[in-house]
């Protein structure tokens, strides 16, 4: 990156009076977590349970197919050995700073937090969360089992508390993260395409001065930013964020 334009993209993001990261599964793969729609990603892999990725997450099979569920889940999307990257550490050490920031993410990691990072919106749910649909008692991941289908002390099954294809967002979640893009002056994207909606109609609640894009690649979106950056979102949140 220029060192003219990082400077000046620094300078902006330090005078912030309150900055919005809006972040996708870009943001985990330094932490091996796989994304989904990359070459390398989750859902170009060939399933070996013959119906696609897409289907194996949604509502429908995991209530008509919880072995095969989560078989799958505990398999690719839990990764409890997974640790922060440059990318979640330079977000919480800004929040450490003293600087105002809300972290809203799409990934179901729970990096964020692990991270130190405590303003953090997760509009899909993470996997560290899990309910009963029947009594409603939840339970962190530290207190199931990953291997199997997991049950409440009530004998349902238990459900992760993420959203799956087939659901809504959690509606108060939601309303948090168009309010907290709303009233920010300074807009970061990082690490997502923006297509999986509703998620990827958030910019469109931002009324601040300045939008910044970080994505490998390019994406619908880069026109509408005053700052785009292909590059390494680790390296790039490191250098503006310091």
Not at 166 to 192: F, R
């Amino acid at each position: 990156m220029d060192n003219e334009i990082l400077a000046r993209i620094r300078q902006i993001v330090r005078d912030a009076r309150y900055v919005v990261f809006l972040g996708g599964a870009g943001v985990s793969t330094g932490s091996g977590i796989p994304d989904f729609r990359s070459p390398q990603g989750i859902y170009h892999v060939r399933s070996k349970y013959g119906v696609p990725y897409e289907e194996m997450l949604s509502h429908d099979y995991f209530y008509e197919h919880p072995e095969t569920f989560y078989e799958f889940y505990w398999e690719c999307m839990v990764k409890k050995d997974a640790k922060p990257n440059k990318a979640h550490l330079a977000l919480a050490k800004f929040e450490r700073m003293g600087h105002n920031i809300c972290v809203i993410t799409q990934n179901i990691d729970g990096l964020h937090q692990d991270a130190g990072s405590h303003i953090v919106l997760e509009v899909h749910g993470s996997t560290k969360r899990y309910f009963c649909p029947i009594c409603g008692k939840r339970y962190s991941l530290d207190e199931i089992t990953p291997k199997g289908v997991p049950h409440c002390s009530c004998g349902a099954i238990l459900k992760p508390d993420v959203v799956l294809y087939g659901e809504p967002l959690d509606e108060d979640t939601l309303t948090k993260a168009m309010a907290a893009t709303i009233h920010a002056n300074v807009l970061i994207i990082g690490g997502t395409s923006l297509n999986v909606y509703p998620f990827a109609s958030l910019p469109s609640y931002f009324e601040g001065s300045t939008k910044i894009i970080i994505n490998k690649e390019e994406t619908a979106y880069d026109s509408k930013c005053d700052y785009v950056i292909h590059e390494d979102i680790g390296e790039v949140l490191e250098q503006i964020l310091s």
